[in-house]
T-cell receptor
Framework: GIQVEQSPPDLILQEGANSTLRCNFSDSVNNLQWFHQNPWGQLINLFYIPSGTKQNGRLSATTVATERYSLLYISSSQTTDSGVYFCAVISNFGNEKLTFGTGTRLTIIP | DAGVTQSPTHLIKTRGQQVTLRCSPISGHKSVSWYQQVLGQGPQFIFQYYEKEERGRGNFPDRFSARQFPNYSSELNVNALLLGDSALYLC?????????????FGEGSWLTVV
């Protein structure tokens, strides 16, 4: 099945810093989403972005489908940005399950 | 509008017991999927239902079963619970087939097996 790798696994930053999270996937996809999992376990949808670039406030994302990677940018980090960020994809081959990456744990220090 | 709602939010069961978890998708959404997330890992796909038919099944034993009702709500059943079934169970919904559509998750049901 499709493989999804995220980097870095852990990231500790001071409040106000910027960060870039990366997601590499091994096959062509028809769905790619970025999620933020808060400490209570809820997966919050950030972007649906199988290709192209989107922005939402301090967050933006870019997916280069032909090169099989996606980037999530967080600017001017706040403590509420802390948590685990997951990239998840649906492969063009097989059933319609979301395959999640291993996640990036982001900790923002005041 | 309400998001994906799941119940119960927390529950404790004993090994060998059975559990039923419930999910109501976002209004108008026809596809419901279930995922299991063990501590420290990403969610793993269990089932997908679309228009009340099973459309996909992950690598889980037959102790796991699910169904989707005419109103598109869904139940996940787990029989003969094992300690390793302790996890966060997440329900997700999308308007149509998962491919090409945004998938939204509920807050999850935390299951502890003792």
């Amino acid at each position: 099945g499709i493989q999804v790798e995220q980097s870095p696994p852990d990231l500790i930053l001071q409040e106000g810093a910027n960060s870039t999270l990366r997601c590499n996937f091994s096959d062509s996809v028809n769905n790619l989403q970025w999620f933020h999992q808060n400490p209570w376990g809820q997966l919050i949808n950030l972007f649906y972005i199988p290709s192209g670039t989107k922005q939402n406030g301090r967050l933006s994302a870019t997916t280069v489908a032909t090169e099989r990677y996606s980037l999530l940018y967080i600017s001017s980090s706040q403590t509420t940005d802390s948590g685990v960020y997951f990239c998840a994809v649906i492969s063009n081959f097989g059933n319609e399950k979301l395959t999640f990456g291993t996640g990036t744990r982001l900790t923002i220090i005041p | 509008d309400a998001g994906v709602t799941q119940s119960p939010t927390h529950l404790i069961k004993t090994r060998g017991q059975q559990v039923t978890l419930r999910c109501s998708p976002i209004s108008g959404h026809k596809s419901v999927s279930w995922y299991q997330q063990v501590l420290g890992q990403g969610p793993q796909f269990i089932f997908q239902y679309y228009e009340k038919e099973e459309r996909g099944r992950g690598n889980f034993p037959d102790r796991f079963s699910a169904r989707q009702f005419p109103n598109y709500s869904s139940e996940l059943n787990v029989n003969a619970l094992l300690l390793g079934d302790s996890a966060l169970y997440l329900c997700a919904s999308s308007f149509d087939r998962n491919s090409g559509n945004t998938i939204y998750f509920g807050e999850g049901s935390w299951l502890t097996v003792v």
